[in-house]
C-alpha cells in the first residue's frame, strides 16, 4: 500500500517546490500527496493536479491534529514566526504532539546546520523541535538545510549599485545551497520510504568567505562587487538605518557571526546521497538570476 505524504506550508516557496518534485521527479501519485497550510485557498493549483488539500493552522492545534489524520509521512516546514521570540517553538510543538495523537508513523522536519552551536538567533527553535521528534519516539528524518543561495537575491542588488558589501563575516566561510536543491533533497527523502531515523545537513559543495563570494558575484554579473568587513554593530545600526525591523536587524547579524565562528564552514555529501545529484554552484546560482542581482 502506498504512503500519504503530508507537507505542511504547502502554499509557501520551499512546500510548492518539495511537491513539485515529488511529482516530477520522485513521480509520487498525486493522490498520495496532502498539501496543507492555514489558507487552503492558495492551493488551488495543486488541488487542480489532483493533489488533497488540507487547512493546518499552527496556532490552532485542533486543526493541526486533525489535518495529520491518516498521515503516513509528515514534512514539517519550519515557520516563519520570528518576530515574537519562543512562538516558533511553540508551533512546532504543537505540530509535533498532534503527529503524535494523529498517529503519524514518521516524521520529517526543516532544520539548520549546528544548531546546537549556532549562533544564529532562531537556532534554538530548530534545535528545542528536533528534541521534540526525538522525545516522541517516532521514527523521523531531520534535513538541516545551510544557508541559502537566494538570500542573497535580497541585499546583493543593492550592494551591486554601490559596489559594497558590509559584512561582518570577517574570514568565515559559508556552503550556500539553493532552495531548489534543499526542495529536491526532501522530496527525495519523503519518497524514500525509510523506516529508519536519519538527520542529513545539506550544503553545497564548496565553502567559501566574504571575498570569493563577493568575487563570484562579479564574475556572474559582470559587476564589481568589494566585500567590506564591518564589526557587528557596525552592520547592525546600518540595517536598523536601512528600515528593517529590530529582529531581522539582530536575525542578519547573528548569521554573520555564525559564519565568523566557523558554524556554516561545513561540506558533506548528503544532497547526492539523497538524490544521487551534484548540487547547483553558486556562480550557476548568480548566473541564473542575473537579471534580478542588476536590476
Known sequence: MSETILITGAAGQLGQRIIHHLLETEKVPAANIIAATRDIAKLGDLAAKGVATRRADFDDAASLEAAFKGVDRLLIISTDALAVPGQRLKQHKAAVDAAAKAGVKHIAYTS????????????????????????????????????????????????????????????????????????????????????????????????????????????????????????????????????LPDFVADMLVSADANIRAGNFDLVTDDYEKLTGRQSETLKDFLVAHKTALIA
Not at 144 to 150: G, I, T, V
Not at 162 to 188: H, L, P, Q
Not at 203 to 228: C, R, Y
Open 112 to 243: 539548520m546546520p549546528s544548531p546546537d552551536k549556532s549562533l544564529v538567533t532562531f537556532a534554538p527553535d530548530h534545535l528545542g523541535t528536533e528534541n521534540a521528534i526525538k522525545a516522541t519516539g517516532i521514527p523521523y528524518t531531520i534535513i538541516r538545510n545551510a544557508w541559502y543561495m537566494d538570500n542573497y537575491l535580497h541585499g546583493m542588488p543593492h550592494n551591486l549599485q554601490s559596489g559594497s558589501w558590509y559584512t561582518a563575516t570577517g574570514e568565515g566561510k559559508v556552503s550556500n545551497i539553493s532552495r531548489e536543491d534543499c526542495a529536491r533533497a526532501i522530496a527525495a527523502a519523503l519518497a524514500s520510504k525509510t523506516t529508519e531515523s536519519a538527520t542529513y545537513t545539506v550544503t553545497g559543495a564548496e565553502s567559501l568567505n566574504a571575498s570569493q563570494i563577493a568575487a563570484t558575484v562579479t564574475d556572474a554579473t559582470g559587476k564589481p562587487l568589494n566585500a567590506v568587513s564591518v564589526t557587528d554593530e557596525q552592520l547592525g545600526q546600518g540595517m536598523r538605518g536601512a528600515g
